[in-house]
């Protein structure tokens, strides 16, 4: 009853505390294998839901009582949490695409891992991973392809500093043109991005994480499209 959500529902609904946890949440204990012993509550009642998402928390036993050590949303009864320390919370991105959000023990809370979570297109059956780490070698372009369709594409993760200039240049496609664009970290804007062009070149005014977004440009992409680019860092 310490968490906010909870608490609220729990007196809405006119029940004791006690008599809410076992009509609205479905308890279940996992100890790892590294030795913490884990307590998963995931709601089922809808006062906790987040549209078709239910809440989900995870509690660590301690010596002194109950620690709460991730608390976040997940699709009703397709979420997994191992007892190798992982915790796969899947929610909707999109009407047809799955984010299969991945989180890791690291002996104090869960800490979501981008290499473990994956994207899953439902109309076309397809997993792949949430991002993709890129090591370019400056100087030497890198020359990267594949496939998307709408809402659903390929994020290139790279490291990069400011003064760098980096050059884009989509080489070909076949079907639907993608959308391409970089983002630097959680800035809302694109530091750049193709349109309609074939190649677009920028001098970096951060250093830090970017990212190198490319999916289908519209509706009508529904079907997968192939690509391939060059990214260059000078």
């Known amino acids: 009853m310490q968490d906010k959500d909870a608490s609220e529902c729990a007196g809405e609904s006119g029940l004791t505390p006690a008599a809410f946890v076992s009509h609205a949440l479905e308890l279940k204990d996992v100890p ?18 987040v549209g078709q998402s239910a809440r989900i928390l995870i509690f660590e036993k301690t010596p002194g009582g109950y620690k709460r050590v991730l608390k976040s949303v997940t699709l009703p009864d397709w979420w997994h949490v191992n007892a190798d320390g992982t915790a796969t919370l899947p929610t909707h991105e999109s009407m047809d ?11 104090m809370d869960y800490e979501f891992s981008p290499q473990k979570s994956h994207r899953f ?8 991973p949430y991002e993709i780490l890129l090591r370019p070698v400056r100087g030497t372009p890198t020359a990267i392809s594949g496939t998307v369709a709408y809402n659903f594409g390929n994020d290139y993760v790279f490291t990069a500093h400011a003064g760098e200039t980096i050059t884009l240049e989509l080489i070909n496609h076949v079907g639907s043109r993608p959308f391409v664009a970089l983002g630097h970290d959680d800035d ?31 509706e009508s992409d529904e079907q997968l499209s192939r690509y391939s680019l060059r990214l260059t860092i000078r």
Not at 202 to 208: E, I, P, Q, R
């Open 32 to 49: 790892l294998r590294s030795g913490p012993r884990m307590t998963v509550a995931a709601s089922t009642d809808g006062c906790l839901a």
């Open 97 to 107: 695409v799955i984010v299969e959000a991945t989180y890791v023990w690291n002996g």
């Open 121 to 128: 297109d439902v109309a076309l059956d397809e997993r792949r």
């Open 188 to 218: 809302i804007s694109h530091v750049g991005e193709l349109g309609r062009a074939s190649r677009w070149s920028g001098k970096l005014m951060k250093s830090g994480t970017y990212y190198l977004r490319i999916s289908g440009a519209d």
